[in-house]
């Protein structure tokens, strides 16, 4: 789930939040700080327009939405200078949060295998985890790969594309075969690169050590 596509990979946040030279201030009121709030109010009307009142378009339109604005609010960001404290944390925890319920509402929605969503949110746990390897070590977080951003992008491209298939519309069938496609691919690579990911970190690990606690 982001990134300009959804979702974050290591390292990746501060090429995505706007923090072009590493500054960031204690702003809360930020055009790219409301379009995350924004997005973080969606969540639950995604959820009820999907589960409860099965308004396929209209939680269309908000899936599109959201992807919208995951890309504007990092790009304003750095085009305003408008980067702070607040959106470092708030986007990629409303990325995240959109990420893990629509794969949910999906699931119960019997629009995506169950397999597929345990398979996606564990390898960013898995990476979650490794990030640990670097922080002992005083060590930046590894290099994105930019393949998984391409995983990322179609994977968050296959539900939107999934959800037109159960639309009554000229284009149902494409979108189940299309948004299909996407899945498999975006699935496929998503987890080659969460592997590469994970190998870079048990090499980190191995060649070396962790730095002694400091106590103060």
Not at 64 to 84: C, E, M
Not at 174 to 198: D, E, I, K, N, P
């Amino acid at each position: 789930m982001t990134t300009e596509s959804g979702t974050t990979e290591p390292g990746e946040r501060a090429d995505t939040d706007g923090a072009a030279g590493g500054v960031f201030d204690d702003r809360i009121l930020t055009v790219p700080n409301v379009l995350s709030v924004v997005r973080l109010l969606g969540v639950p009307l995604f959820l009820w327009l999907l589960l409860v009142e099965h308004a396929d378009g209209w939680a269309f339109v908000l899936l599109i939405a959201s992807g919208v604005t995951d890309f504007l609010d990092g790009k304003l960001a750095r085009l305003l200078d408008q980067s702070s404290r607040l959106g470092a944390l708030l986007d990629p925890f409303v990325d995240r949060l959109y990420l893990v319920t629509t794969l949910a509402a999906f699931v119960v929605r019997g629009l995506l295998p169950w397999w597929v969503a345990v398979i996606l949110v564990g390898r960013d746990l898995v990476l979650t985890l490794t990030l640990s390897v670097y922080k002992r070590r005083d060590l930046p977080p590894p290099d994105v790969i930019y393949l998984g951003k391409a995983a990322t992008f179609a994977l968050m491209s296959a539900l939107p594309w999934l959800l037109a298939g159960e639309m009554d519309w000229a284009l149902d069938g494409f979108g189940r075969a299309f948004g299909g496609a996407l899945l498999v691919w975006g699935t496929a690579v998503y987890v080659w690169t969460g592997l590469l990911y994970t190998g870079k970190a048990i090499a980190v690990a191995r060649a070396i050590p962790a730095v002694p606690h400091r106590s103060t």
